[in-house]
């Protein structure tokens, strides 16, 4: 093995070879940490190149190790173990010192669950501040570039350095005003409807983020806004329909009809996203807790949900 500056090792690189020399498999390894597959692989790269040896080499449907990453598992854990007791070690009481972050979501998923966080927090005597920009399309420069602590998007951005963990999912949905206008029966019906859709920064529309189908085939929105918000205005007393998450009837959308759409498409998950510089830092990993425990709580939520559009 080749000599290495040892800089180039952190907790993540380490961690991230354990997932793999115990899950044999670079996608249950990412399932298993929470990252994409995309970011194990870059990972991987990166330690194969910091050692100079392939670690792992394919052998039928999964991976075989290395005698070189066999003999590093034990002093591999070992390191992980040393990292963490610094972190347990480190005293951490969130009513003792004052906590900022700033979250990129839009309307949806702030509405979800950071009222209720906020709430909790001010009750409990924890000093919180919050501040909220857009996500839109996050790319991995807003986490890189620590204009924000956290993301919370359905599409989140790859790297190797990126982290997340699914927080809810939800199914996309067809809103409208029942007092004027009824759900499409067909998918001629919601073709031939005047739909709106919010345009991110950026130029991508949330209809767009339908999965398993090709948007393509629909005409172009009659109406396009900035933000979730906005749409109950232009939806009321209108027969006007537009197509979102099923997840808005918890948040913006609340009030309106919702029926589920008359065509299949794939479900939608909304991902809590951060940079790994955040992992183990103690004020951060109290914020994911919380935004775990809150969400957690949405699915029955919508399960509720689904049960009345049927």
Same mark, same amino acid.
């Given at each position: ?12 690189? @380490? ?33 194969? %190149?910091?050692?100079? !040896? ?16 066999? %003999? ?6 070992? *390191? ?7 972190? /347990?070690?480190?005293?951490? /009481?969130?009513? #003792? ?7 990129? =979501? ?23 501040? @919050? ?10 420069? $807003? ?9 919370? $998007? &359905?599409?989140?951005? !790859?790297?190797?350095?990126? @982290? ?16 004027? $206008? ?18 991110? %920064? ?13 948007? $393509? ?21 209108? &027969? ?28 939608? %998950?909304?991902?809590? *996203? ?8 103690? =004020? ?22 689904? #049960?009345?559009?049927?």
């Amino acid at each position: 093995m080749k000599s290495f500056d040892f800089d180039d090792l952190d907790g993540h690189i @380490l961690k991230c070879f354990l997932a793999i020399l115990e899950e044999s498999s670079v996608s249950r390894a990412a399932d298993r940490l929470g990252v994409t597959q995309s970011a194990v692989s870059h990972t991987l790269a990166k330690l194969r %190149s910091i050692l100079g !040896d392939p670690l792992f080499v394919r052998s039928g449907q999964g991976l075989t190790p290395t005698e070189t990453a066999i %003999s590093l598992k034990e002093p591999v854990q070992k *390191v992980l173990d040393g990292l963490k007791g610094l972190t /347990d070690q480190r005293p951490f /009481d969130p009513k #003792a010192e004052s906590m900022n972050f700033v979250i990129a =979501a839009n309307d949806m998923q702030r509405e979800l669950v950071f009222p209720q966080l906020m709430r909790e927090a001010r009750a409990a005597g924890i000093r919180l501040s @919050l501040e909220f920009m857009p996500s839109g399309v996050p790319s991995i420069a $807003t986490l890189r570039d620590a204009r924000c602590q956290m993301i919370l $998007t &359905p599409l989140p951005p !790859d790297g190797s350095d990126i @982290l997340q963990r699914k927080l809810f999912s939800g199914h996309m949905t067809c809103f409208f005003d029942g007092s004027v $206008t009824t759900a499409p029966v067909s998918w001629e019906d919601y073709k031939s409807r005047d739909h709106l859709a919010v345009r991110f %920064s950026g130029g991508r529309t949330s209809i767009q983020v339908m999965r398993g189908f090709d948007t $393509t085939q629909l005409p172009p929105p009659v109406v396009m806004v900035s933000n979730f918000n906005a749409i109950p205005a232009f939806i009321k007393g209108s &027969p006007l329909i537009t197509t979102e998450i099923s997840l808005m009837a918890l948040g913006p959308l609340k009030g309106l009809d919702a029926a589920p759409l008359p065509f299949e498409v794939e479900e939608l %998950s909304v991902y809590m *996203v951060w940079h790994e510089r955040s992992q183990n830092d103690p =004020a951060h990993v109290w914020l994911r807790h919380q935004v775990e425990r809150i969400a957690a709580a949405i699915a029955p939520q919508m399960a509720a949900l689904r #049960a009345e559009e049927k």
